[in-house]
Each structure stands twice: as C-alpha cells, then as structure tokens.
C-alpha cells in the first residue's frame, strides 16, 4: 500500500487538524466544524479594538511572566543579601560558580534522564490505553472515566500517595518487590528514589495523554479506517502507517506538553518524596532552584540557576518546533 | 442606595477607629498542627491579659518558608512586627545588620528590666551577639536527647549509656535480645552539631561564626567527627545501628515500634511519642565521649526565636516588647512547656514546673531541660554560620552517600568542608 501520509492530502475535514479545541468537543460526542473560514475572519470597526481586548491577557503574562524573568535575569549578575541591604555586581560569578559545581551537572544529567524517561513512558502508556479503549465498544464511558480520573489528583497528592505505596516500613509496592528479591529502599537508595520518582510522575500523566490520544483516534474518519483494512491486514502495519501518522499534530502536541510537566510540574511529586530533605536522593534542576532560592536564601545563585532553566527550554521548544514539527503533518 | 453605601463607609470607619484604640501587631510563624493551636492560645492569652496591644498570629507553613516570607515582606516594607526564626536560619537574619531591633535593646526602650542571667544557660548565647546581647528571644526550644526502650533494656539486662563507649558495650546484647540498637532522626543536628557541643569541640573558626562573618571555616574535618561517623558506619554493619534516610519519621517510626532500643529525637518529641509508643519509655541526656577530654557540656539550644522587625513604631515595638515579657513570665513559660514539650527557658519557668511536681509525674519531660542546664563549655554555646540551611543540605546528601556506600567517611567531610566554606565564603560577600 501508499504510505498513509500520501493519502493525507485527499482527506478532508479532519483528523486532529485545529488541535486541541476540536479534539475535546470530539471525545465529549461535539462535532467540530474543519476548515469554517469565516469564524476566522472577523471584523473590527477600530483597529485598536483587537488590542484592547488582548490588554487584559497581555498585562497577565507581562506581569507574572515576563516581569519576574526580567527580574531573575537581573538578580542573577549580583550577589545580594536576602533582606535586600546590599547587591553587589559580580558579572558571570553565579554563573561560573553553578556550571563549574559537579553536583549542578549531576543534577542536570538526572533532569534530562527523568525527562527522556517520565515522557517516553507517559506517551507511549498513554497511546496504548487510548488505542485499546478506541477498539471497546460496551461500557467505554466507563472505561474512559477509570482512565482519566487520576488527573484530577493534585501533584502533591499524586506524590503522597506514591509515597505510601513506596514507604519503607508499609508499602505494598515495596512488599512485592521483597518477594522478587529486590530491597527498594525509597529515601536511602540513589536509584530506588529515582525508580519511584519516575513511576509516580508517568502515573500522575497517563490520564492527560490519554485524553487527547483518545480524541485524537476518534476523530480519524472511519473511511480512512476502512480504505486502510482493505488495503492492508496487519493491525499493526496499519496503525504505524496510517493512524499514527495522522496522530502526529496530537503527538507532537502532547510531547511538548510532557516535556514541560516532567521538567516543572513534578515539583510536587519530588517534594512529597524527598520528604523536605533532599539528602542524597535525586532531585530535579527545578527543585535545586527552590531550594537554594527559598530555603537557602542565595537569591543571585538560584536566579543564575532559573536563568539557565529558561535557556534550556527556549532552546528546548526551538528544537522541537524547527526539527520535530516538520515532520508532523497537518492534514 | 447612595445612603446605604454611606452607612455602609461610615460604619467601616467606625469600626476602624475602635479597633486603633489597641495597637495591632502580627507574629508570623513556621508553626503547624498542634504547636500552631497553642500559639494561638498564647496570643489569645495575652490579647485577654491587657488591652493596649492586639497580637494577631499568622501560620506561615514550615520554619523555611516563615523564613522566606519573611525575607520577601521585608524588601517590600510589608514585614510582620515578629519573625519566628528557626535555629539554622539564625546567621542569615541576625548577619542582616538593620533587619532587626535586638531583643533586649526593645524590651528596656519599653522600660522593663530584663535580665541575661534568668535565662538558663543552654539558651542563652545562641541567639545573642558576640557580647551576650539577646538579639533574638529564645521561643520554642529543645536540645537532641536519648529515648530508651526500657523494655528492650530489661530483656538485655543493660542499662541506659551515658556515654558512647557504654553504648558500644552494651550494642550486642541488645542485638542478642532482637533490638536494633540505635536510631536516630537527625544527623545533621544530633550528630554534628550536638556533637561538637556535647563533646566540647571548636565547630567553625571564628569563635563558631559568631565574631565574624569574613573567612569564617567550618572545622568537620576534625578527626573525632569522622571517627563518630566512623564509628556510625561500623555499627551499621554490624547491626548497632540502623539508619532509614533523611527523613525524620521513618526513623522514629522503628523505635515506636518497639523495635529499637535507643532513639535520638527531640526533647520536644516525648508529647507525641507517648501517644504512639507500644511501649514503655524513659529518656536520657545525648551521649558523648568519655575519651574525649572536656566532654560531657550542655547541647546547643535547638527549635526557633523571635526576631522583632525593624521599621515599625514605637507604639507598635512598645507592644512587642510587652509580649516578649509576657512570653517569658514563669506562667506562660509553664504553659507552654507542658501544652508542646518544649523546654522552658528561664530559670524561675523551671522552678514553678518543679515546685507543680510536673517532673515527678512525666520525668522525660525533665531530661531536655536538664541537658540544657549542663556546665558550659567554650564551643556548647552556639553557632553562627551563614547559608547554613543549604550547609545542612550539603551534610544531608554526603551522609546519604556514607551509608548507602557511595562514598567514604573521609571524602564525605572533605566535601562538606570544601562546599560549606565556599558557601561561608559567599556569604561573607553577601553581608559584606
């Protein structure tokens, strides 16, 4: 058979085309309307209406945005004490003295690890769920509430829970692993914590990849389904070749997404599991900068560090828009 | 409806007005739970007790984070009348020259007395100058001690050790008898800290912090620290001592089990240990080296103090001093003791909770106290180092490292020395 990213030009009116918006009306049995021009274009009588209407939105993000990273750009040159009495300009100093410490790197390289990790296991999990409760048909509101209800739980919560399940002296988890011969030792073992760490996040994540993995298969036209079974018999020749490139935009959109949670919104998951200390447990680039910022008071340390963080991801998100998206297929 | 909006101000400003008659001052703390009710209770007390002043407490999470809100009220002119300041964070807010009024300079603007020496011994330098001045006022505090398992002691046939060597004595028996023989919930303060001020020994250079901030170094290269932790390791693998990371609980948990026969914790810990316990328990002082010549001083004062803010009124700091003296009256001393476990800090707070028979009837509730009361040597009065949270940070991770077996006794305190003095080192520059 042609690939399916061949055919795509011939279909019409959506696959997961405008994203995010339709993908949702469609796993709640909406119709979203492809390629409607009209809703687009709307007129204003003044030119400057349109701005006013963004202002509210663009104060938003300016101040708790844009504001706060000027600022950490600018605190990250000085050396200051916490009460704000005196800054003194030391140029790179915080800079240098970050990248040059081997426990920042270590840190750095088990961010990326836990990030590579927590994203391939939450998409891939995620996509398969979604793929088999596309094929149930009795009881699928069911199964589709079961899978997405842990993401109401909040991060902290996620964590706590987590942490019960790893507890040294209670665990079930940690009682199972005994009988298989492995100690997991959640808190005193290196990789044992790291192990829990990534366990609890791709947990906490599956729902929401689900969700949009779900939309995203339903709203494959059942013709293209059907051309593809005719044309092929592997299940799964035709899943890489025809459903999963026409999942691409709601994949792509998803990784971005997984990337930014495992590098940020596991805070909470990593602080309910360290349980305050830290000690020799791995942590994450964000946490080091709570730590020294919040609890350490070294505001020019931890500002050079969030500084650092935002290059990453700039650099990040570049990377992913310039390579990635251009294999992605927008119908 | 223009009239109902004017009734609506007018009674504002009313009620505004009556309630400036009592000049409102707020104490943000770090305190939760149960602690967080009494301080609740002792405002109200206090707020019941005279009518010039209303205190209004506000719970701002953990020690860290009262810390930190603090820090960021403070740049924006926001800050609360008092701060409670936890022991490690001591450095960063008493190095802030102007952040603070000392404690005894507010209370004898106010025109009280105050006197250094109704203060027992143990908590009467941490929190003071280099001359003894009280720059904050000792609050909830506590000293690391011993709680035994007298059932686990029965069975072996030993008796509690005052000293480390009588530890090592007594260890196999009760390993014999199926005990774990030690645990403990804080190596950072048990075991370093109260190490060097049990066993009378220089923690840092600089008087430990307190002369000056400029080339201050930490001393935990000192070959009797690596020996206790040398020490520390040997036990952990031969089954004396067991250890189940950083966190607190997880160690505390085996003792209330009944599993352990000896647990370092908090004097402040005997409330709650009575009610989970499975067994009957007593306590004794931190041991210490016999070997060790001078050994045997008080600990150092550990919990939390209040710090008045700077940059209020007089009227206001007026109040704060009142409260500070309230606070330290034998009654409410008392009170506090008994409602938290937390010691009592001044000399006659101790005598009335004598003379009440309190200790007759909950001896463990005696032992902090007690310990605290111990003869002072030249280096059990206290520490002043600056960044010393992220320091406790640093100790916390390579003792990790020690006894997952990542690395060794040795190496595990030449990186403490080396990253804790270029973080001391730092820090001089930000105070400088």
Not at chain 1, 19 to 26: D, F, I, Y
Not at chain 1, 106 to 112: D, H, P
Not at chain 2, 98 to 115: S, T
Request: proline share 4%; with cysteine.
């Amino acid at each position: 058979m042609t690939s399916g990213t061949e055919r795509l030009p011939a279909l019409r009116g959506g696959t997961a085309t405008d994203g995010r918006r339709s993908s949702a009306l469609r796993l709640f049995g909406g119709k979203a309307k492809g390629g409607d021009d009209a809703a687009k274009r709307v007129q204003f009588s003044s030119p400057y209406l349109p701005y006013l209407f963004l202002a509210p939105q663009l104060a938003i993000i300016f101040v708790f945005f844009y504001w706060p990273s000027i600022q950490a750009i600018q605190s990250s040159f000085y050396l200051e004490d916490p009460f704000g009495f005196g800054s003194t300009f030391v140029g790179m100093t915080n800079y240098i003295d970050v990248l040059k410490s081997g426990e920042y790197l270590g840190i750095a390289r088990f961010t990326a690890i836990f990030t590579a990790l927590v994203t391939f296991f939450a998409l891939s999990i995620g996509l398969l769920l979604a793929v088999k409760a596309d094929g149930v048909i009795r009881g699928n509101a069911t199964y589709k509430t079961l899978l997405i209800w842990v993401y109401a739980i909040a991060p902290p919560v996620a964590g706590l829970i987590g942490m019960m399940f790893f507890d040294q002296h209670i665990g079930p988890i940690v009682e199972l692993a005994r009988w298989f011969g492995w100690d997991i030792k959640v808190g005193l073992n290196y990789s044992d914590t790291a192990f829990a760490m990534i366990v609890v996040s791709v947990w906490k994540q599956i729902p929401y990849n689900f969700i949009f993995f779900l939309s995203g298969l339903q709203g494959i036209p059942v013709a293209v389904r059907e051309a593809a079974a005719m044309d092929c018999r592997s299940g799964f020749r035709r899943f890489w070749t025809v459903i999963l490139p026409l999942l691409a935009p709601t994949a792509f959109f998803l990784l971005i997404i997984n990337v930014t949670y495992a590098l940020f919104d596991t805070f909470g998951v990593i602080d309910v599991m360290v349980k305050d200390k830290a000690a020799n447990n791995p942590i994450t680039l964000v946490y080091k900068v709570y730590m020294d910022g919040f609890r350490g008071n070294d505001l020019g340390g931890s500002s050079a560090q969030s500084v650092i963080l935002m290059l990453i991801v700039f650099v990040l998100t570049i990377f992913q828009f310039r390579f990635i998206e251009r294999r992605v297929h927008y119908n | 409806m223009f009239k109902k909006i004017s009734l609506a101000a007018f009674t504002l400003a009313f009620s505004a007005t009556s309630s400036l008659a009592a000049t409102d001052i707020t104490w943000w703390h770090g305190m939760a739970g149960r602690n967080g009710e009494v301080i609740n209770e002792i405002s109200q007390k206090f707020n019941e007790a005279q009518s010039a002043c209303a205190l209004t407490p506000v719970s701002k999470g953990t020690y860290e984070e009262a810390l930190a809100s603090g820090i960021a009220a403070f740049r924006s002119g926001e800050q609360p009348n008092i701060l409670q300041v936890f022991d490690a964070g001591a450095a960063t807010i008493i190095n802030a020259k102007g952040a603070v009024v000392p404690a005894e300079d507010l209370i004898i603007k106010a025109g009280h007395n105050f006197d250094r020496n109704a203060f027992i011994d143990g908590v009467r330098y941490f929190y003071a100058d280099s001359e003894g001045k009280f720059v904050g006022m000792p609050f909830n505090s506590s000293a690391p001690i011993m709680y035994v398992n007298d059932e686990a002691l029965k069975k072996a046939g030993v008796e509690a050790p005052k000293t480390w060597e009588e530890f090592e004595a007594a260890a196999p028996k009760l390993k014999a008898a199926g005990y774990i023989p030690l645990v403990q919930s804080q190596l950072t303060w048990q075991f370093t800290e109260n190490f060097f001020s049990r066993n009378n020994i220089q923690f840092a250079t600089n008087n430990n912090g307190y002369d000056s901030v400029v080339d201050t170094k930490l001393k935990v290269t000192d070959p009797n620290l690596v020996m206790m932790f040398d020490k520390l390791k040997a036990w952990k693998d031969e089954g004396y001592f067991a250890f189940y990371g950083a966190g607190w609980n997880d160690n505390q948990k085996v003792f209330e089990e009944g599993k352990a026969a000896f647990w370092i914790g908090s004097s402040g810990s005997f409330g709650g240990l009575q009610k989970t316990a499975q067994m009957p328990f007593s306590a004794t002082f931190l041991p210490y080296w016999n070997a060790i010549e001078g050994a045997g001083t008080n600990s150092f004062i550990g919990g939390a103090a209040l710090f008045a803010m700077s940059g209020k009124t007089d009227e206001e700091n007026k109040c704060v001093a009142d409260f500070f003296q309230f606070l330290t009256s034998p009654e409410i001393q008392y009170f506090y003791h008994k409602a938290t476990g937390y010691v009592a800090i001044t000399k006659a707070a101790y005598e009335l909770a004598q003379k009440d028979g309190y200790y007759k009837e909950k001896p463990v509730a005696e032992v902090g106290i007690k310990q605290l009361m111990l003869p002072a040597g030249d280096w059990s009065k206290g520490y002043r180092l600056g960044f010393y949270p992220q320091i406790r940070e640093i100790m916390e991770r390579e003792y990790g490292r020690i006894f997952s077996g990542e690395t060794t006794v040795k190496d595990a305190f030449d990186t403490i020395e080396k990253e804790g003095n270029d973080l001391l080192a730092r820090f001089a520059k930000t105070a400088g």
